[in-house]
């Protein structure tokens, strides 16, 4: 190392006493670096550099120039003596191209400035900074500048070497790619200058070269990522590296920035759809960004806009977020972060569209594809104070005036709009009203190039999806009068097919200027007749009107009519077919190839297609005779009802098919999901020859076995029918039904249609059903099996072969047809019943009221006093059910006869309800009294009545005022008596307990030997 030139400063003031030592010092051939010591006077020197890697002479001499120069404007003095070695001649690298320029340079003095100030070099930095004049040849493309370029590689900031890299990646030549190296290699510089100087290799490298660097790229992927990145397929790329990202790998995030630089047809989708998802925060967010400054570089519209409607539409996040620790990274995308953005993303397109470059218009259409009708906002308005009048004036915010960029390009010279104070939004300006016409002038930025380039109109209105934009292209378009003149019949096409009106509108008017009647173009007409102008399918309905013959002989034309997203236009081709006479082929063409899109057509198509069915049934009808079979089971086999209902149509005219069907197209439509297509296929049933339906037993038999009610209710007639045709079919059918009765596990609703069937249609063919059978639908758990079996007890069942417990227990099924097949067995065998009264009488107290009326009935007409017992009678009023006892009652006071009284009594007495309790209080008095003996055997009954709680008023009173009585007439009968009131006179009632009390004094002063649980005592005397 040679010292070439050296400051000593000292500075001293007060108790302060500094050195402050500048060495700069030759370290290899054109390399040099400015070292410094500093420190008290006397003390050791700390050491330190300026220049962190060796530069050139010129730009260590400015920083060795500028330190000192910093240092004495503090206050240091120079103290320096002697005169430094001077450098040798700067000598150039090798790997730089010449430094003067070849070829003519343009007589443009902006491109002579550039020019001379990078000839200058690193020399003289103060008024303009190299920096900047390196970035802007590259702006304005200067060839010329590369040489100059190449030669200040490495001689000044890492600003320089990439600004220096950017502008070789758009004006440099394969030539360049050695001073690029050179940067890429040097790991001094940071990683972002290293990249761009990446990116500038891969631009200026040729095609070949070109995919060996990507292939070397894909090589330093991680290795789960290697084979999709090279051979696909795009969706397995995107998934391996999005299911990475989300588990923040630290690969993942490495190989993201690395995507850009492959870009190949596997890697791009899966690129594009990440640059979209990605959050805008720390780890992504600096990778984005700089894949934003590549594909400015490489002018890539797609990935440009893409970005550029993320940064102006996004939230940053909040300056006064909050970390939790130190170590936690700060919001990357902060506002004036997207502040930044949002204007350097206009500055860019600002000064390509100052330079008439056509990147300025590539690059604005990818901005304006990016936006869409979904990114127009709320109209705002803001009042305002003009502080010279002191008069509020309002102010507003169209629906598109928040996003910078966008405004810009669309209204750079507009009347309406203007930019805020502020430069974050646009204004309405002049009175204008969002919503208002718009000016007849165009209003964008740049106009002219706009007009030099006229199929980026057409792009925008092929692709955007944003009514703003479609009338800034549509009203751009107009005015390029002899490119319109030029258009072709796709891209009127195009146009007219277009979801806005505007866009419409411009490629109707083409269109009607250029009509020919001679030779109508049907493509465009079809186009007319379907886009979403109003005006436009008027005048294409009427186009066709004149020429109905031409235009629907054309059976594509046809086709796409009947097939049209707009049901204006499916009627009217309709409508127009009738009054169309097409010849046999030219029909049976249209008829397959609208079959063509029935098979193709999905569940969004269904409104389409029902239409189309519609448009062949009342066009057609006639030719569908004649349909091929094949084409009708292929339309069976299609998910779409309406496609299916159309097929079994076809089955109903098609002169074999309508009289027998094949069994497997009744059995696809019959089980269809749709009530439509079922109806369908039963009409087709209904029709056919009785003689066929005849020798259907099984197919019967499975339709009103169907899970479906609208089948089983719709067959039920055609049964009906045959079976009064044929009784034999009749007995068959009636035979199956009644066997799949007993079969449990039916869909819900079958069994009871099948019974319904058979009491109803098919009642005069169940002769044949054997006793047995019956006997098992009637224990069957099923209430419709048991429904049949009652409908058959009487007449395919012998009375005499149940026992009289069977037919009494069938007066408690829960069917009515069963019950009243009880009824009708016990009027019939009522000798039988007598015989086995015990079981006879159990008909009385069945637990539905219908059988006990009849039961009643039944014993007050065949059954006399005689037959009828006190043990028969009493059991009858043992039923628990009220309507029971009452009829006992009733029974045993019509019958009664005086020698059963006692009998009565005694049996009575040991019910436990009050009702039979009070019943039996009648038969006291008559068969209770003058026997000691049967007083006691009725205490449990005298008890029981007066121990009862607000009840049983009467009887009580009967019981007491017999008690009474009977205590009188012997002290036997006295002492049962005070032994049933010695129980209760602490319990009962006072009323009660007064009058026991008043029968026990009496008993006491009757027989006073007679224990009793009172004393009497004297009156006291006061």
Not at 731 to 759: D, I, Y
Request: some cysteine; aromatic content about 8%.
């Amino acid at each position: 190392m040679r010292l070439i030139k050296q400051a000593n400063l000292h500075f001293q003031q007060g108790n302060s006493d500094k050195v402050y030592e500048v060495d700069l010092c030759e370290v290899g051939e054109n390399l040099y670096v400015v070292n410094f010591r500093y420190g008290r006077r006397g003390s050791n020197l700390r050491d330190g550099t300026k220049t962190a890697t060796p530069v050139s002479y010129a730009q260590a001499e400015q920083i060795f120039d500028d330190l000192v120069s910093s240092k004495t404007s503090k206050g240091y003095r120079d103290t320096s003596n002697g005169t430094p070695a001077q450098p040798p001649p700067v000598q150039q690298q090798s790997t730089v191209p010449p430094a003067q320029p070849g070829g003519t340079i343009p007589p443009d003095p902006r491109v002579l400035a550039i020019l001379t100030r990078l000839q200058i070099g690193v020399q003289d930095d103060r008024r303009w900074k190299l920096a900047r004049a390196a970035w802007r040849a590259g702006e304005m493309g200067i060839t010329h500048a590369e040489p100059y370029l190449c030669q200040l590689v490495g001689q000044g900031d890492d600003m320089l070497d990439y600004n220096i890299a950017a502008a070789l990646a758009r004006c440099g030549s394969p030539n360049s790619l050695d001073a690029l190296r050179i940067i890429k290699a040097n790991t001094a510089r940071p990683q972002h200058v290293r990249r761009m100087a990446a990116e500038a290799i891969r631009q200026l490298l040729p095609e070949n070269k070109r995919t060996q660097l990507v292939d070397e790229y894909i090589g330093h992927l991680p290795a789960w990522l290697q084979e999709t990145a090279q051979n696909g397929p795009g969706d397995e790329f995107y998934r391996l590296i999005k299911e990475q990202l989300e588990a923040k790998t630290k690969d993942a995030f490495k190989a993201l920035e690395m995507l850009y630089f492959i870009d190949n047809e596997h890697v791009r989708p899966a690129l594009l759809r990440l640059l979209r998802e990605l959050p805008l925060a720390t780890g992504c967010f600096l990778r984005l960004r700089r894949i934003f400054k590549s594909a400015e570089i490489r002018r890539d519209a797609e990935v440009f806009g893409l970005l550029a409607y993320r940064f102006e539409t996004e939230k940053s996040t909040s300056q006064y977020y909050r970390r939790e620790n130190k170590s936690q990274d700060r919001p990357a995308f902060q506002p004036n972060t997207k502040f930044y953005l949002r204007h350097r993303i206009w500055r860019t397109l600002e000064r390509l569209g100052q330079l008439d470059d056509a990147d300025y218009v590539r690059l604005a259409v990818g901005v304006l594809l990016s936006y869409t009708d979904a990114d127009a906002k709320n109209v705002s308005r803001m009042v305002q104070y003009d502080y010279q009048t002191w008069q509020p004036h309002t102010t507003c915010v169209d629906h598109y005036g928040r996003y910078w960029a966008f405004n810009k390009i669309l209204y750079g010279n507009s009347p309406r709009y203007e930019p805020a104070s502020s430069n974050k939004y646009f204004l309405c300006k002049g009175g204008f009203e969002p919503g208002g016409p718009e000016p007849e002038q165009r209003e964008e930025a740049f106009p002219h190039l706009w007009s030099s380039y006229p199929t980026s109109f057409l792009h925008l209105l092929d692709e955007s999806q944003c009514e703003v934009v479609h009338r800034f292209a549509a009203k751009g378009l107009r005015s390029c009068t002899e490119f319109c003149r030029a258009m072709d019949v796709d891209v009127l096409i195009m146009l007219v097919a277009a979801p806005y009106d505007v866009t419409v509108e411009l490629g109707f008017d083409i269109a009607k200027s250029r009509y020919d009647a001679s030779n109508p173009d049907r493509r465009l007409v079809g186009a007319l007749i379907n886009s979403v102008y109003v005006p436009a399918r008027q005048q294409a309905r009427q186009w066709i009107d004149v020429q109905r013959e031409y235009f629907f002989r054309n059976v594509v034309f046809t086709i796409s009519l009947m097939t049209s997203p707009l049901d204006e236009t499916r009627r009217f081709v309709r409508n127009s077919l009738r009054f169309v006479t097409l010849d046999p082929q030219t029909a049976d063409d249209m008829i397959y190839q609208s079959a063509q899109f029935l098979q193709q057509a999905d569940e969004t198509d269904a409104e389409i297609a029902s239409d189309v069915v519609k448009t062949l049934i009342a066009a057609f009808g006639e030719r569908l005779r004649y349909v091929d079979d094949r084409l009708i089971r292929q339309l069976l086999a299609h998910k779409l009802p309406v496609v299916q209902v159309f097929a079994g149509e076809l089955v109903l005219v098609h002169p074999e098919f309508g009289r027998q069907p094949p069994v497997e197209i009744l059995q696809a439509l019959v089980n269809a999901t749709d009530a439509e297509v079922r109806a369908i296929g039963l009409r087709i049933i209904s029709q056919m020859p009785d003689e066929t339906l005849q020798r259907s037993v099984n197919m019967l038999f499975g339709l009103i076995r169907h899970e479906k009610a609208d089948v089983r209710n719709a067959a039920q007639p055609i049964v009906k029918r045959v079976a009064n045709i044929d009784g034999q079919f009749g007995s068959q059918l009636a035979e199956k039904l009644v066997t799949a009765l007993l079969v449990p596990g039916a869909a819900e609703g079958v069994p009871g249609s099948t019974a319904h069937v058979l009491c109803e249609d098919l009642k005069n063919h169940l002769q044949g059903i054997s006793s047995e059978t019956v006997l098992q639908l009637l224990r069957s758990r099923s209430e419709p099996a048991q429904e049949v079996g009652g409908l058959l007890l009487p007449t395919n069942v012998d009375t005499q072969s149940l026992p009289v417990s069977e037919i009494i227990q069938l007066g408690n099924h829960d069917v009515l047809l069963v019950r009243e097949a009880c009824w009708q067995m016990c009027r019939a065998d009522v000798d039988r019943l007598r015989q086995e009264m015990n079981w006879t009488v159990r008909i009385l107290d069945a637990r539905w009221d219908d059988t006990r009326e009849f039961g009643r009935e039944f014993f007050d007409q065949h059954f006399q006093n005689g037959e009828l017992t006190p043990e028969i009678l009493v059991g009858i009023c043992d039923s628990i059910r009220e309507d029971v006892q009452r009829y006992g009652q009733k029974l045993i006071t019509q019958r009664f006869e005086e020698e059963h009284g006692p009998e009565y009594l005694r049996k009575l007495s040991e019910h436990p309800t009050t009702k039979v309790q009070f019943f039996a209080t009648n038969f006291l008095d008559r068969f209770g009294r003058d026997d000691p003996q049967q007083l006691r055997q009725l205490e449990p009954f005298f008890v029981s009545v007066l121990s009862r709680v607000n009840k049983a008023r009467v009887a009580k009173s009967r019981i007491l005022d017999f008690l009474a009585n009977e205590s009188k007439k012997s002290e036997e009968a006295a002492r049962v008596v005070a032994g049933i009131l010695s129980q209760l006179s602490q319990t009962c009632a006072i009323g009660d307990r007064a009058v026991a009390i008043e029968i026990m004094v009496d008993i006491a002063d009757r027989y006073p030997d007679v224990p009793l649980p009172i004393e009497r005592l004297p009156v006291e005397v006061r």
